[in-house]
């Protein structure tokens, strides 16, 4: 049976991939329970203080979020990367027009970038910064200057069910850093296992390689070529050290 033989390269960009992959499935399973318990809270906020377009969009999102779950192991992962990033968005731009400061959205907001770090690179992580910051930058001016007000924000404050929303997005982001902390660690002792596996495989083919080129396949005898190495390496040595040499056949 032929095996595929898999460089060293390619070796990091598949552990890579896995390590994307396993952290984009636990933000999925951070999202469902986020719908879980943060939707409830939701409601009961409408009920308490009456409903708003916010509750609504909530609403929304806990039925893409548990319909996207059943579906996360048939999604690539950069879909698995726009969904995560559009979903926690969604939710910090929600809360941001409706609550202002008061509200969940630098927690969505910084998950959201923190996803796009793990989960896209680097590159991906400084567009959604820059993106953030220029939103939050109008968003704030719209505050500023009265275009949007919340005037029950003292009720508001005071609502147990706005503290469970918050406590529930707080949670359900620290369980989102967890999973990348230990599916990031597990992966890169994965990673240096595979790398050093690899290492001592190409010194044994390099051992090899070098038995074959010097010995007959066969017979398993040093071949002329070895011994005209030999050869050329005695005398070279006897020239440095002013000696003489015999050679006898």
Not at 20 to 28: D, E, K, Y
Not at 155 to 181: D, K, L
Not at 185 to 192: D, Q, V, Y
Request: glycine share 4%; with cysteine.
């Amino acid at each position: 049976m032929k095996t595929e033989h898999v460089s060293p390269t390619q070796a990091v960009e598949n552990s890579l991939w896995q390590l994307r992959n396993m952290f984009l499935q636990n933000v999925a399973i951070a999202l469902l329970l986020l719908a879980i318990f943060a939707a409830p809270a939701s409601i009961s906020r409408g009920i308490e203080f009456g409903w708003l377009p916010i509750h609504v969009i909530h609403l929304m999102l806990s039925v893409l979020v548990i319909s996207a779950f059943t579906f996360r192991k048939k999604l690539t992962n950069s879909l698995l990367l726009a969904y995560a990033i559009i979903i926690f968005s969604a939710i910090s731009l929600a809360g941001f027009v409706q609550y202002g400061i008061m509200s969940a959205g630098f927690y969505a907001a910084l998950a959201s970038i923190f996803v796009a770090m793990m989960g896209g690179g680097k590159r991906i992580a400084i567009y959604t910064s820059c993106i953030w910051v220029a939103l939050i930058s109008v968003i704030s001016s719209f505050w500023s200057s009265g275009r949007l007000t919340f005037p029950d924000a003292a009720i508001h404050m005071s609502g147990i069910s706005t503290w469970a929303s918050h406590i529930t997005t707080f949670i359900c982001i620290i369980v989102i850093f967890a999973f990348a902390a230990s599916n990031f660690i597990t992966s890169l002792r994965m990673l240096l296992n595979k790398l050093l596996e690899q290492k001592s495989e190409l010194q044994q083919q390099k051992v090899i390689i070098e038995h074959l080129a010097n010995h007959d396949i066969l017979t398993g005898l040093p071949t002329l070529r070895l011994a005209d190495d030999r050869l050329n390496m005695a005398i070279d040595s006897a020239k440095r050290h002013n000696k003489k040499l015999s050679y006898s056949i």
